[in-house]
């Protein structure tokens, strides 16, 4: 698969394109995705996704504190999974946020040699969104290309969304999100030193230093699969701000424990993939009863893991 950062260099032909913010590649954009590719493939024919970075609600300023479901380099991954020929990650910015649906057309029109435009059913680009599903049609009769709408995707019958997916991640619902995305919800974080304090009680965790943007599921305790250097393990994964040995306040950590593992980590990348919420995080009123609980816990996820078997 071919990347770029641009299409503003490119000068391609015949392309089939699919196009949006696609944070996450969930079910709804795979479908897109997987039906464009196959019928483009069957007649010859080149794929293109075109995802936008930065995300245009965080641009153009929509939601405070806006986070990603994916960093850059994962949806890259991801799409690169799927088959797609050629990903795009166009810059967006104040002045692509001005241009008109016609004018953005014109310049993928320009840059692809665009054959098939493959949209969802509520897709709408340009300023304002005024190229919407009709005003798209009518543009491709102009410019040479035709348009294909995709329907909405349900799961447990509600439509597939990054909003839906946000929402369960927010509540702590690992299992939902899971099912939206059709894999489960990932970090990535390289390991640094923490303070030690799980080696001493016998539990020792690793403190993932996770990219500032990227969704953090509520805190809580979870039952996760951890991948690094080739190899994965099971792992209890704790997200929250550690009450039982902090008074004031601190910041959010991400820390895990790997079932059967006591080597080093510190400076390896590990991915959490997180499959399900054992419990919130709490206050204990010592030690021993903390640990006591983490055991429970890592009995709980032994159980679960096993069940993947």
Known sequence: MYHYWSLDSLNWKNIW??????????????????????????????TAVISFYPHPAKVLGKRQDFKYLSTPEERIAQLRALDVDLAIS???????ASLS???????????????????????????????????????????GYRLNVIEAV???????????????????????????????????????????????????????????????PKPGVYVCQATFDGQTWGAVTNIGYRPTFENQPVLERVETHLLDYDDDLYGKQVQLRFLDRLRDEQRFP????????????????RQHLNALD
């Open 17 to 46: 394109l699919t196009i949006g913010s696609f944070d996450g590649i969930h079910l709804g954009h795979q479908e897109i995705i997987r039906q464009m590719i196959t019928e483009a493939h069957a007649q010859g024919n080149p």
């Open 90 to 96: 166009h810059p967006f910015n104040r002045q692509v």
């Open 101 to 143: 649906a016609r004018e953005f057309m014109q310049h993928l029109q320009q840059h692809l040699g665009l054959q098939e435009l493959w949209v969802g059913f509520d897709f709408a680009l340009g300023r304002q969104r005024e190229g919407d599903i009709q005003t798209l049609k009518l543009l491709g009769e102009e410019l």
């Open 154 to 216: 349900r799961s447990r019958e509600q439509l597939v969304s990054s909003s839906l997916i946000r929402a369960a991640l927010a509540e702590g619902d690992a299992q939902l999100a899971g099912t939206l995305l059709g894999r489960p919800y990932s970090l990535v974080g390289l390991v640094v030193p923490g303070d030690g304090r799980g080696r001493t009680i016998g539990i020792p965790t690793a403190n993932l230093d996770i990219w500032h943007e990227k969704i953090v």
């Open 286 to 301: 010592n030690v021993d009863a903390l640990v006591h609980q983490i055991h429970t816990d890592i009995r709980a996820a």
